[in-house]
Structure formats: structure tokens, C-alpha cells
């Protein structure tokens, strides 16, 4: 096995939702804003090189919505996939599986594209299958008011059409990591949106988390820095806890999705809990 990370593209969002209720004053400290209260954030999915199979966890947002759309999201750098595919030697068409944490635009955005002609949509890894489960699937396509311009019927419906939609099924016994036929871990986490998916892959020696939304950037390590996104902050709040004293304990590794400057952070106990231990580069690690 061979990991990759794969740069999707840099954009912007607003602090006050990033942060929820915490105070600017805070957040600033390790998030700082812009003129515009926009932080910096990140696209990054990490690919995974396994025998026949090359799975990419997460697209980002793709480049088939409207200057309208994009005019939010203030996308800066010169990043994207097939870039970042390229440095690694590969090309989408070598995709054979997409795994999608969930089914937010900025994660599942670059898994449609328009066709030749700009008629309709069609899948941009050709090859690939894609992977989601079937309760957040219900939940994406029969949005809530409060989430549905997250979840793009472009970005989603497509997927299925294709006939190249698979469900990853969640063990009856509700273990902390259920493992998936793509043969790493998913941790399932519902505080951010219904039954996100959190891969955990052991790799050299290590348990390497990828974040998602659970965990969006090193500064929302302390407990309360939850996302004004969240449908259920407090549920939010136990799956966070359980979850970083658990990596603290045993030594993860978290791969940062959105956090543009830390790619891979580690977790320490202090008094006033779990906070920030180290921040690597992901060939500092796994070179």
C-alpha cells in the first residue's frame, strides 16, 4: 500500500460559521480572517495506492458550477486534482474507487463533471465506483432546509445514474471503527451531518485518521470550536471528545482535509485537555 495526498484546490469560507459561537478573538489566534472574515481553507484528499485498486477519499469541489457559485468561496492557488494526479504519476482514469466521507458540495463536488457537449453530467473518474452508505444517502437526497445547499442534486443524483453507486454497510454491533470492503476503517460520526464517514487506515505502523468535517482544522481541537455547519452540535461535543482522547492515547495521526496549513497534526493530554502535539508535513511521516 502507498498513500498520496492529492491537492483538490484552496478556497475561502466565512470564520463566524467555521467557529460557531466561540469569539472571533479566539479563533483569530490560530484561523486568522481576512478583510472579509474569510479563513483559509483547504481541498486535500488523500489517494490510496493498494494492489489493482486506487481509491481517492474525497474530490473538493469541482469546477462545474456557475462564477456565481464559485464568487463565494473565493478560491485561491493553483491547485487541483488532476495536477496533484499527475505529480503522483497517475490520472483520474486510473481511479477504480471513490469514497466519499459525505455528500457536501466541497467533498463530492469533484466527482461529476459536466459532459462533452454541457448537456448534462457524467462521472469524472470514468472507471471508478463510488462509495457512500445508504442512510446518508437518504439523508442527501431528501435534504433538510437547513443543509440542502450543501447537498447539490448535480454532485449527487448523477452518481447514481451511472450505475456505479455503492453503499458501504455499518456492522450490526456498532463498533468504534466498522471495517468496509475497500479494506480500511470507518469510523461513523453524526454531529456534523447524518452518518459521516471517518477513514481510519493503518499505514506503516501508524493509524492515519482522515479528518473530514469531524475535526475541520487544528484550531478546532478544543472542545467547544465547533462549526456553525454542524446540524447537531451536541452531538458534535461526545463524538469530538471520544474521539481525540482516543487519538491522543494511541498515537494517530490526523490527515487534515480542510486545514490548508497543517497536512498532518498529532494530539497530547494537557490540563486543559486534548491539545495540539505536532505538526507535520506528510512526507515528514510517511516518506
Not at 37 to 62: F, Q, S, V
Not at 234 to 259: S, V
Not at 260 to 272: C, D, S
Request: proline share 5%; charged share 30%.
Amino acid at each position: 500500500m502507498k498513500l498520496y495526498p492529492i491537492e483538490a484546490g484552496n478556497f475561502k469560507l466565512d470564520g463566524g460559521a467555521m467557529f460557531g459561537v466561540v469569539p472571533k478573538s479566539l479563533w483569530n489566534r490560530t484561523n486568522p480572517a481576512d478583510s472579509n472574515n474569510m479563513i483559509d481553507i483547504a481541498a486535500r484528499c488523500l489517494l490510496i495506492e493498494d494492489g489493482d485498486r486506487l481509491i481517492l477519499i474525497d474530490t473538493g469541489l469541482g469546477d462545474k458550477q456557475s462564477e456565481k457559485f464559485f464568487s463565494y468561496y473565493f478560491q485561491w492557488g493553483d491547485d487541483n486534482i488532476d495536477k496533484s494526479l499527475k505529480k503522483n504519476g497517475f490520472h483520474r482514469d486510473d481511479v477504480t474507487d471513490v469514497f466519499m466521507t459525505h455528500l457536501h458540495f466541497d467533498h463530492c463536488g469533484g466527482s461529476i463533471q459536466w459532459n462533452k457537449d454541457r448537456t448534462g453530467y457524467e462521472p469524472a473518474f470514468k472507471n471508478a465506483r463510488f462509495w457512500s452508505n445508504e442512510e446518508h444517502w437518504k439523508w442527501a437526497t431528501e435534504p433538510n432546509d437547513r443543509e440542502k445547499a450543501s447537498f447539490l442534486k448535480e454532485n449527487i443524483i448523477p452518481m447514481e445514474q451511472s450505475g456505479k453507486l455503492h453503499f458501504i454497510e455499518r456492522e450490526a454491533n456498532k463498533s468504534f471503527i466498522d471495517k468496509n470492503p475497500l479494506g480500511f476503517g470507518v469510523l461513523f460520526v453524526d454531529g456534523h451531518t447524518d452518518k459521516q464517514m471517518i477513514p481510519h487506515i493503518e499505514y506503516k505502523g501508524k493509524k492515519l485518521v482522515f479528518m473530514a468535517d469531524l475535526l475541520p482544522t487544528a484550531g478546532h481541537i478544543p472542545l467547544p470550536y465547533v462549526m456553525g455547519y454542524d446540524t447537531r452540535p451536541l452531538l458534535t461535543l461526545p463524538e469530538k471528545k471520544q474521539f481525540l482522547e482516543k487519538a491522543a492515547d494511541e498515537d494517530y495521526y490526523l490527515f487534515m482535509e480542510h486545514d490548508a496549513h497543517n497536512e498532518i497534526i498529532t494530539l497530547k493530554h494537557t490540563e486543559k485537555g486534548v491539545r495540539l502535539d505536532q505538526s507535520h508535513r506528510f512526507d515528514e511521516i510517511f516518506n
